[in-house]
């Protein structure tokens, strides 16, 4: 009834959670309990509505609610009991020896108010903490198993990409286009789901429009928005045709097995001005000026810092990431099993770039009331620097 | 820069405003304060990044930080003013002359708990308290503008599901049969977010699964599950070919302008045995009882109720909305900009239902290993009871 292809090996699991309970020490916390979908997911091998409670020392227990069987197949987690309501955990885990956690940790970053509020009705003899920044630390970091998949995303995304000139004409409208490309998606086993921890984020596929809509700013924390099919949905691919001459922006992040590879290319119905050329080449040069920067050891806030700088040489300091208001304050992302990984390749961040991070680089530049242009790539972090895991041509690909 | 089709007219703004303020006395708050997307978009016609402030009487105020522009472009309430970091919220408050709320109401079900806490910090002179229920109460009673929409939502479901036989054959995977559908959605103007409220829900489209794969079941709130692309995503579509002579069931919700109209349909290659055409026939039975039970006044607890006996009755008593363990006790819900509003037509439930309520019904059988069938359509109440805004064949649709 379950399929057994794509479960997360016993080991890998094994380790995942020997990483968190050697930093619960740090966070202050005696146990954590873990119910968002990508962390159970990360910690479990199953997405299916369960409590995995993980003590600082010794074995985590899953207790699953629906479906309960199929966790049971899912995941590689030893034991696994049934919930019927998380009114029940303080006595699963008594039944199951294990002592009272005076501080238990949870995700309280995506966590919902109500939720946190009933936790600490359950657990009332117990302090609830905020453990997400440790485990985003533990996810921060890819296993060679997780490389493996992430290399096959890019795979992918390298053959969905191929896939896209022949779909482009001139006067579909974006919306329709986004449709023939996430086709093509699925039918390479796009997971469809996105998904992104920011509260308040929303994601459908990514961000695919043309000329000036491209440049359209959103509530995303992105640096492109789109007008979306209307003011309900705010981003993204609207009902504008695409028209000749004008950059097509695709940034969609293909999504196989769980993990992420977010990548953005540029596409063009005819000619490009020498001007849209010229902004393209700096986006790359700048990419490979981080790509070489980025080594074992180095700041991420200085990586920014170096991007922006190198923008502002080659006289786009004022479309750089964003225009005006709408401009982020980052140049790239960690992706994984969510789109808004740690680390942040962002303004004033100091966290060292470290073996087996996986990094989405994506230097833009944004022309209000013209379009976007820019290259994405996302790496592996190699003790001789950034991996790309997509290959396809980064120049402005013409389609006649 | 952004298109002023699809905005929000003034005079419904202010009538949902008028709703939620007559309520927020009960709800024991001084005032209200909005973030979420859906109650956003509802409350202010934007979902860009906004805080929505209506006090109990006098006029709301929105505090809009990015887009800005976009925001006020697109909402059509009245005060619009920048925000550059919720902190500001109360001096701006002051600064507009509104009294400091001794009781401030949010949306505790969907808003996170650090974000929680952080405005327990800001607002430290004030109670925040819950009204989601409030708000959601508000959203149930659907205005003739919002009616329709949801009408034309319809329309488009009836057109992507006319569209659907042509694009099934023998041995498709259920994944890039989805691609197709999915495609033709789009072209018709899909927005693709599909918005559930229910914290730990993801929903990427809707359920298309055929045969076993279909009664599958998983974390979701729904009958349904689905084998899905792997363990990271854990329902719908999955790799496994469509066969011949089993049901394809095809619940996809479609989503206009916000609004969604949720319907399922069943499709099969080649002849369908007996057995299968005769539980269909069962659930549009069922469905028909409840089309016309359900008047104004009716409790939705009795009809919950009225479809299980009648489903006992007809021989399906341990099949009927999921099988063992997996069973969901609701036959419907409410629909809107969520797909999953009030009210749910749920064991036990005593809402009594209403004029201007947009339902959902969805009697289904589930066969583990097997498959599944049954339908499901959205409806208006009106005086005279259901109006259903789709008519696409209820039937086993076969396909050669």
Redesign the interface.
């Known amino acids: 009834?379950?399929?057994s292809?794509?479960?997360?090996p016993e080991a890998e699991i094994k380790q995942r959670i020997d990483r968190l309970q050697s930093q619960l020490g740090d966070a202050g916390a005696d146990a954590a309990l873990i119910?968002?979908?990508a962390d159970l997911?990360y910690f479990s091998?199953?997405?299916?509505?369960?409590h995995l409670y993980i003590p600082r020392e010794g074995k985590p227990l899953l207790m699953a609610r629906?479906?309960?069987?199929?966790a049971a197949a899912?995941s590689s987690v030893g034991d696994i009991v049934p919930l019927k309501s998380a009114r029940q955990i303080p006595e699963i885990l008594k039944r199951n020896a294990y002592p009272t956690p005076k501080t238990l940790g949870?995700e309280?970053?995506?966590?919902?108010?109500?939720?946190?509020?009933d936790y600490q009705r359950i657990f009332d003899g117990s302090v609830i903490l905020?453990v997400?920044r440790f485990i985003r630390l533990t996810r921060m970091i890819k296993s060679p198993y997780e490389i493996g998949i992430l290399r096959e995303a890019g795979r992918k995304a390298d053959e969905l990409y191929a896939g896209i000139p022949s779909m482009i004409r001139e006067g579909i409208?974006e919306?329709?286009l986004?449709?023939?490309v996430?086709?093509?998606?699925?039918?390479l086993?796009?997971?469809?789901?996105v998904r992104m921890r920011l509260?308040?984020s929303?994601m459908?596929?990514g961000h695919l429009m043309a000329g000036?809509s491209a440049a359209?700013?959103?509530?995303l924390a992105s640096p492109t928005?789109g007008?979306?099919?209307?003011?309900?949905?705010?981003q993204?691919?609207?009902?504008r045709p695409v028209g000749r001459n004008e950059p097509i922006m695709v940034d969609y992040p293909f999504v196989y097995?769980?993990?992420i590879s977010d990548q953005t290319r540029i596409f063009a119905v005819g000619a490009i001005s020498d001007e849209w050329l010229r902004a393209q080449e700096a986006m790359i040069e700048i990419q490979s000026l981080i790509q070489k920067a980025a080594r074992p050891g180095a700041s991420v806030g200085e990586l920014y810092d170096m991007a922006v700088a190198r923008a502002a040489e080659l006289g786009y300091a004022d479309h750089f990431m964003g225009a005006g208001?709408?401009r982020v304050r980052f140049i790239g992302h960690g992706t994984g099993?969510e789109l808004d990984e740690y680390p942040f390749i962002a303004k004033g961040r100091k966290t060292p770039i470290a073996e087996g991070m996986c990094i989405a680089l994506e230097p833009k530049l944004i022309f209000?009331?013209k379009g976007v242009v820019g290259t994405e790539n996302t790496h592996i972090v190699t003790p001789d620097g950034l991996m790309p895991l997509t290959t396809f041509n980064e120049g402005i690909v013409r389609v006649d």
């Open positions: 009834m379950y399929r292809d794509g479960k997360v119910v968002q979908k997911y091998g199953t997405v299916q509505d369960a629906k479906a309960l069987e199929r899912e949870m309280l970053d995506v966590l919902s108010a109500n939720l946190y509020l905020d997400s409208p919306v329709e986004a449709g023939l996430e086709a093509r998606a699925r039918k086993g796009h997971q469809g789901t509260w308040g929303e459908f596929f000036p359209v700013p959103s509530f928005g007008e979306g099919t209307g003011p309900a949905v705010g993204s691919a609207g009902f097995q769980g993990y208001p709408g099993l209000p009331g």
